[in-house]
């Protein structure tokens, strides 16, 4: 095999990964030292093929942190509802969707959840507690709601999910967030959901979309201020 022709393959099982959902939105994918020696590519190489990824949208990398897959990888492959719809919702739609949706969708994901589903929000809680920037602990924020909603194993439903974490996105979302960002506004919403992840554990559906409630109204009432 040639070396454009190894290259290419390296790049075909990442993609190939992505496209599975093997590795879902967030996940920390191998560094180019792992990539270099289970590949027998160069480190040059490796690097050169993930920073095409990058560019394309299918990944993003953090210094200090790692590399993970972009919150966009559907849209960018072409797997989620009308993208366009994300620019185009204000934060005050979004929160009206989200104050629906996610107390709604609480018994499926509680019926469906497998342990690897409670990992990966145990994860999410976890590195956002951690995240020494805004720009993180949202990125971990945004990513346990969608793995949660992956939780109930619903493609329409994660599809629809991956379309709220683009809005998410948006700069007026973010802008908002910054502005009503406060390190005890976000210790509270850690705990929040650690409680919401521990009634799901539990498969406690009455407190489970209690707290979910809670919480959304909470996150309202602080950026909307109603």
Aim: charged fraction near 25%.
């Amino acid at each position: 095999m040639s070396f454009m022709d190894s290259a290419a393959a390296f790049e075909e099982s990442i993609l190939d990964n992505l496209k599975s959902r093997k590795w879902r939105a967030g996940h920390r994918i191998p560094t180019e030292r792992v990539f270099s020696a289970q590949s027998g590519l160069s480190r040059s190489t490796v690097r050169r093929v993930l920073a095409g990824l990058k560019a394309r949208g299918l990944i993003t990398q953090t210094v200090g942190s790692g590399t993970y897959v972009s919150a966009q990888v559907a849209e960018v492959l072409g797997g989620t509802p009308d993208a366009g719809a994300a620019h185009s919702t204000s934060p005050a739609e979004l929160m009206s969707a989200r104050l629906v949706l996610e107390p709604a969708i609480i018994d499926m994901v509680i019926g469906n959840a497998n342990s690897t589903d409670f990992a990966r929000m145990e994860e999410c809680c976890s590195k956002a507690e951690v995240a020494t920037t805004l720009e993180d602990f949202e990125r971990w924020d945004s990513m346990l709601h969608e793995v949660i909603a992956d939780a109930a194993h619903n493609a329409f439903i994660a599809s629809v999910f991956r379309l709220m974490n683009q809005a998410r996105s948006e700069a007026e979302w973010g802008m908002l967030k910054r502005r009503s960002a406060s390190p005890e506004r976000r210790l509270e919403y850690q705990q929040e959901h650690r409680a919401l992840v521990t009634a799901l554990k539990q498969r406690d559906g009455v407190q489970a979309k209690a707290l979910s409630t809670e919480h959304l109204v909470h996150v309202r009432r602080n950026m909307l201020g109603y």
